[in-house]
């Protein structure tokens, strides 16, 4: 079984202080691990993965989350906002159903305000 | 490199009128295919999931169907729409393993009226 927890549903933060998007998952495997970013009446764009390799990941646009197995989490950050980061953000956990096929959870997602 | 096509990108149907939302992948083979709902206010619901040609996973009882008649087409569907069908539709592929993820469309926002 898998499941993800975005811990806050609206995050606000002013243009150029940094951001900080909280995911916690659980997983019966080892599991991978992504972030996607939704502009309004636009579909997902995928930020970054992890997928077992290197616990801290970078992604596009300036964001990376780093992989912490000890406290199952997967935050995302930003050191610096910019007002095109004002989105919607999910974090997924994939794994392996007990079919055997690839199993996708997304988090409820958490809104981001960026003030100027 | 691979795309998704996803159309129409908005569409106003009445009541009992029917549905069907198109979905092409291109650049690969034997995709995972997805259809997602978005209601207003709500998180990502899985409509349904296909792994091969004719190979339809049903997540959520209602009165939506999928299919997919060629390899990198998946379509939904309905006979006769209902007010809370509105939302916004996402088609999305992956390659099927673990460490794969989802690539979307640009979705297909619906009201129905």
């Known amino acids: 079984a898998q499941s993800v927890t975005q811990l806050d549903s609206h995050v606000s933060v002013s243009e150029g202080t940094p951001v900080l998007l909280r995911c916690n998952y659980s997983s019966s495997y080892s599991p991978s691990l992504f972030w996607y970013v939704q502009h309004p009446n636009k579909g997902l764009q995928l930020l970054l993965k992890y997928t077992s390799a290197a616990t801290l990941v970078k992604g596009i646009n300036g964001f990376e989350a780093e992989f912490k197995k000890s406290e199952t989490s997967f935050h995302l950050t930003k050191p610096s906002a910019h007002m095109s980061d004002a989105a919607e953000y999910f974090c997924?956990?994939?794994?392996?159903?007990?079919?055997?096929?690839?199993?996708?959870?997304f988090g409820t997602g958490t809104k981001l305000q960026v003030i100027p | 490199s691979q795309t998704i096509h996803q159309w129409p990108a908005t569409l106003v149907q009445p009541v009992g009128s029917p549905l069907s939302l198109e979905c092409t992948v291109e650049g690969t083979s034997n995709p995972n295919l997805y259809w997602y709902r978005q209601a207003a206010g709500r998180g990502l619901q899985l409509l349904f999931y296909?792994?091969?040609?004719?190979?339809i996973s049903s997540e959520v009882p209602q009165n939506l169907s999928a299919s997919r008649p060629q390899d990198r087409q998946f379509i939904l569907s309905s006979k006769k729409l209902l007010l809370s069908d509105s939302g916004f539709y996402l088609c999305?592929?992956?390659?099927?393993?673990?460490?794969?993820?989802?690539?979307f469309g640009n979705g297909t926002r619906l009201t129905v009226t």
């Open positions: 999305a592929w992956s390659l099927g393993d673990q460490g794969s993820p989802l690539h």
């Open positions: 296909s792994v091969g040609i004719g190979q």
């Open positions: 997924v956990v994939s794994g392996p159903s007990s079919g055997g096929y690839q199993k996708v959870t």
